[in-house]
């Protein structure tokens, strides 16, 4: 079980906007920047957001971070039937001196 | 452009001992922290190791503390990750993915470029 905690399932028709949290604890989400990984299946993760609502270059901005206290979100905008995929949020933990992944959201587009 | 090749993955028994190796291109090997990343069959992902630049600090996941090593060798541009004590829980899709800077800690836990994994299987 993970340190840092995620939906498991999250959905949205073409369009919409949807926002999937992660949560967690003083000692990594709120000390520390988030990041989150888009994984379609069978593929490796890539990066989607850096120290916690930076963009790499070539991820639309319909792709956004935030985050408060213990807890951060990712949210997508314009959702399209090409971002279902698995979303995980991560971070770096002080106590553990290393990085922790929640266990990821699934998400579906209607 | 980056390119990251995993290999040395395969099925064993348990108590058994693996080396994955791991080879980068396309950028200044040494300028860049490197980590283990592994995904277990329908799972999510886990972290398991992490290196900075030079190699002069690396850190690992509790769960494989004691059992697996993580090194490196710039003058090749290769990574390794040697594995003792296998058991059935470290079946899993290792991972290769780069840091963009040098250190890996809390300054830059971020992983921009990843493999496609090699498979390890563990079994009796």
């Known amino acids: 079980q993970s340190v840092v905690s995620q939906p498991p399932s999250a959905s949205g028709t073409p369009g919409q906007r949807v926002t999937m949290s992660c949560s967690g604890s003083r000692s990594n989400i709120e000390n520390n920047f988030v990041y989150w990984y888009q994984q379609v299946p069978g593929t490796a993760p890539k990066l989607l957001i850096f120290k916690t609502n930076q963009r790499p270059s070539g991820v639309p901005d319909r792709f956004s971070g935030s985050k408060s206290g213990t807890s951060a979100s990712l949210a997508i905008s314009g959702l399209r039937s090409d971002d279902e995929a698995d979303y995980y949020c991560?971070?770096?933990?002080?106590?553990?001196?290393?990085?922790?992944f929640g266990g990821g959201t699934r998400l579906t587009v209607l | 452009e980056v390119q990251i090749l995993e290999s040395g993955g395969r099925s064993l028994q348990p108590g058994g001992s693996l080396r994955l190796s791991c080879v980068a291109s396309?950028?200044?090997?040494?300028?860049?922290?490197f980590s283990w990343v592994r995904q277990a069959p329908g799972k999510g992902l886990e972290w398991v190791s992490g290196?900075?630049?030079?190699?002069?600090?690396?850190y690992y996941a509790e769960s494989v503390k004691g059992r697996f090593t993580m090194s490196r060798d710039n003058s090749k541009s290769v990574l390794y990750l040697h594995m003792n004590s296998l058991r059935a829980e470290d079946t899993a899709l290792y991972y290769c993915a780069r840091s963009p800077g040098f250190y890996f800690d809390n300054r830059n836990p971020a992983h921009d470029h990843w493999g496609q994994g090699t498979l390890v299987s563990v079994f009796s």
């Open positions: 290196t900075s630049g030079s190699g002069a600090d690396t």
């Open positions: 396309g950028f200044t090997f040494q300028n860049n922290a």
């Open positions: 991560a971070a770096w933990d002080d106590s553990l001196s290393g990085v922790v």
